[in-house]
């Protein structure tokens, strides 16, 4: 089965600086990956997928996320962090041929002004 | 709107005390699933349902049950609950099209807040 690894619990940026967030996935086939943010008391709201193509993605409120198979990464990053940026964030990895779908254990992110 | 709407959103309950967890989505999403999220952990898929009357346990079932009569209700089930139930409850759905071989992207409720006292 897939598998998903946040290497960062808790991560602090300063407002309008850049902000990268880890995620390795493990799977042995295509993987299709995900991230989603929380807002405090709020669901899961989908920020960007990958499932082929174009190994840079481009999602909402300015994220982008970067696929590279050689290092099982797909990293989240957005050039400058705005205030309502802060969240908790997931990193989520889905399997061929089925719905099921695995997700990583989150990166809080707090943003100082 | 399309939505996916869970009630109650917060509860407290004591331990025994069957309880019901509603889950209704409105986009004929023909997959739905129930996970729990707890600290350090993400989420983790409780049970899920490919269509009506098929359902199947996630990775953590036990002291929960499922039933999917209906494509659009997925309700959650505690019949006797425990304190170590006190969680995070997150219903989602999608949709399923196996001929792509891909995953649909789950949309999710806004959770439920349960405390098991």
């Known amino acids: 089965a897939q598998s998903v690894t946040q290497p960062d619990i808790h991560i602090t940026v300063s407002e309008g600086a850049s902000l990268e967030l880890r995620c390795n996935y493990s799977?042995?086939?295509?993987?299709?990956l995900f991230w989603y943010v929380q807002s405090p008391g709020q669901g899961l709201q989908l920020l960007l997928k990958?499932?082929?193509?174009?190994?840079l993605v481009q999602g909402i409120k300015g994220f982008e996320a970067e696929f590279k198979r050689s290092q099982s990464s797909f990293n989240l990053r957005k050039p400058s962090v705005h205030w309502s940026d802060a969240a908790e964030y997931f990193c989520?990895?889905?399997?061929?041929?089925?719905?099921?779908?695995?997700f990583g254990a989150g990166t809080r992110l707090t943003v100082k002004p | 709107e399309a939505q996916v709407t869970q009630n109650p959103r917060y509860l407290i309950t004591v331990t025994g005390k069957k309880l019901t967890v509603t889950c209704s989505q409105n986009?004929?999403?023909?997959?739905m699933s129930w996970y729990r999220q707890d600290p350090g952990l993400g989420l983790r898929q409780i049970y899920y349902?490919?269509?009506?009357?098929?359902?199947d346990k996630g990775d953590v079932p036990e002291g929960y049950k499922v039933s999917r009569k209906e494509k659009r209700n997925f309700p959650l089930i505690l019949e006797s609950p425990s304190p170590n139930q006190t969680s995070l409850y997150f219903c989602?759905?999608?949709?399923?099209?196996?001929?792509?071989?891909?995953?649909?992207?789950?949309?999710f409720g806004p959770g439920t807040r349960l405390l098991v006292l």
């Open positions: 799977y042995g086939a295509t993987p299709y």
């Open positions: 986009m004929n999403h023909e997959y």
């Open positions: 990958y499932f082929s193509g174009d190994t």
């Open positions: 349902s490919m269509n009506v009357e098929v359902t």
């Open positions: 989602a759905s999608s949709l399923w099209a196996p001929t792509s071989g891909r995953p649909g992207t789950q949309y």
């Open positions: 989520a990895v889905g399997a061929t041929n089925n719905n099921d779908m695995r």
